[in-house]
Structures are given as structure tokens and as C-alpha cells.
């Protein structure tokens, strides 16, 4: 959710249901305003919340050059003074923080242990060994770490055109956007995931007639597994504006008032995969 219209966009949000208190609201807006000044941000956003048994993490982030690459995310227990998330690069964390089934603690300091899966080896599409499950010790500083990256990967969004890619390769908001209109907004190919590409470009390329590399080097969301199940769009033509919920991580919401440049996400759960998806259809 953008800072500069954090107030408008959390009002397009409580149409899904997800909401702040007007204390929380204005704790946080003015927070994060004090958040970037200090770090002297481009841009500053509120992520969302995960939801704990004691404490709940509210999670934020901010850039300065590069809305993609330079992103840095921060974590608070009471909407006002906020901790810098540490940068997970061990995989053996994210295997770890998928497998975990416990909810969150709302403590970061609290370690839990969890048995990744068997390694198999494979020699000649026949099994001749089997390795025994290791126990990582993770820590909860690091599982939220870990699974604010994962759903930021698989759900943030953007509308296309919302980010343009510089000569230089830095990714900055695009200053000419105006909105997506009437007849793009229902359709998923005009919305783009809010992460660095991992398609190959000649694949989004093939994909458009109009392609344009500045706005159109990020992946659509019609390209995510499963296919035309991952996200659910609802049209308010009324009120002119777009929802977008993901179905992967309930809780991931994304706004877009049509014909205007303001759009966000919102993220409001407990950090737990829907993996019960393809069995609901």
C-alpha cells in the first residue's frame, strides 16, 4: 500500500473486508512517514500483517533507486517503532519456513525445529540411497523473513505500465501512468507480478501483440500455476475500481481505481499456503 495514498487506498480495501482500526491506521501512517524520512526512501509501503497467537507482525518496505532490487523490508509488534528483516539466503530457511505448520508466535526470537524431507539418490531413474531427514533450527526473525519474500513472489501485483524499466536497468514507478481502462481491467494479461522476471523475455514477448519492453519485461499473472485458478478478479464498476485476491495465500489483496495511477496490495493473514486449491474446483 502506497504511503502517499495510504489512507484512500485502505478505503478501496475495506471493500474486501480488510481494515485497519482508525487508531492503527493513523499509527502507522505517521510511522512510516518517520520510517522514511530517516532512510531517506523514494518510496515507502505497508506490506501487510501475519497474524500471531501473541503479538501480531505488521511488515512494511521502502526503496531508494530501485522499486525492485533495492527494496528493503521492515517488522513491527506495535505499529510504531520498526526492525530492519534480515535477507534470507539459505535455502535450507525457505525449505524449512514452507514445511513449518505452527502458526507464528508474534516472539522473533523464538526458535522452533522443523524436519526437512528426505534427500534421494538417483542414479539411472532408480533410488540407491536415501538420506535422513534433517532438523533446521529456525528462528521466527527468519521464518517471517522468509515468508514475506515467498508471498511477495508468487502475489504481489501491479498493473501494467505501473513500473517502467530505465536504459540504465533500474525498475522506478512509471510518472506517466494513468490507469488501466474499462476495457483492460478484466483481463488477467494486464496485470504484472510485482517481483523480478523469471520468464524468459522471448516468452512475454510471444504473448503480446503490443509489447513494449520499458512496461512489459515483468510476468503476467495469467501465467501462474494453476492456471486461471491462482487469482480471483472482481469488477466494481460502480465504484470504478478492480480487486484482484489471491487464491494461493488468502489474505493478498490487490486495488486498482480505473483510470488513475493509484493501485496497491495488501497482505492481512497467518502465512499459510492455500494448498487445498486444486481440490476446491
Avoid at 532490487?69 to 539459505?90: E, G, T
Avoid at 533450527?137 to 515468508?147: F, G, S, T, V
Avoid at 501465467?223 to 478478479?233: N, T
Wanted: one cysteine or more.
Amino acid at each position: 500500500m502506497n504511503l502517499e495514498y495510504f489512507t484512500e487506498g485502505m478505503d478501496c480495501l475495506m471493500y474486501c473486508g480488510l481494515k485497519l482500526s482508525p487508531e492503527q491506521r493513523i499509527l502507522i501512517e505517521n510511522s512510516l512517514i518517520a520510517l522514511q524520512n530517516d532512510n531517506r526512501f523514494s518510496g515507502m509501503y505497508l506490506w501487510g500483517r501475519i497474524t500471531a497467537t501473541k503479538n501480531d507482525y505488521y511488515i512494511a518496505f521502502g526503496y531508494t533507486n530501485d522499486c525492485l532490487k533495492d527494496r528493503k523490508y521492515f517488522y513491527s509488534l506495535d505499529q510504531f517503532q520498526w526492525q530492519l528483516l534480515p535477507f534470507v539466503q539459505s535455502p535450507k530457511i525457505f525449505q524449512a519456513t514452507t514445511l513449518a505448520r505452527e502458526p507464528f508466535m508474534g516472539d522473533p526470537s523464538v526458535m522452533s525445529y522443523v524436519k526437512l524431507d528426505p534427500t534421494f539418490e538417483i542414479v539411472g531413474n532408480h533410488v540407491v540411497g536415501v538420506g535422513r531427514p534433517e532438523v533446521v533450527k529456525l528462528k521466527e526473525e527468519d521464518r517471517l523473513a522468509a515468508i514475506v519474500f515467498i508471498i511477495t513472489e508468487e502475489c504481489a501485483i501491479c498493473p501494467r505500465g505501473a513500473l517502467y524499466k530505465m536504459t540504465d536497468g533500474r525498475v522506478i514507478p512509471n510518472p506517466m501512468f494513468c490507469g488501466l481502462d474499462n476495457l483492460q481491467v478484466d483481463n488477467q494479461s494486464f496485470y504484472q507480478l510485482y517481483r523480478l522476471p523469471r520468464n524468459d523475455l522471448k516468452v512475454n514477448l510471444s504473448k503480446r501483440s503490443d509489447y513494449n519492453y520499458p512496461i512489459d519485461f515483468l510476468d503476467t499473472i495469467d501465467c501462474v500455476i494453476p492456471l486461471g485458478q491462482a487469482f480471483a478478479l472482481n469488477l466494481q464498476r460502480n465504484e470504478r475500481l478492480v480487486v484482484i485476491k489471491s487464491c494461493l495465500w488468502l489474505g493478498m489483496t490487490f486495488f486498482h481505481k480505473i483510470n488513475s495511477h493509484k493501485h496497491g496490495f495488501l497482505y492481512l493473514g497467518d502465512g499459510k499456503k492455500n494448498s487445498d486449491l486444486l481440490f476446491m474446483y
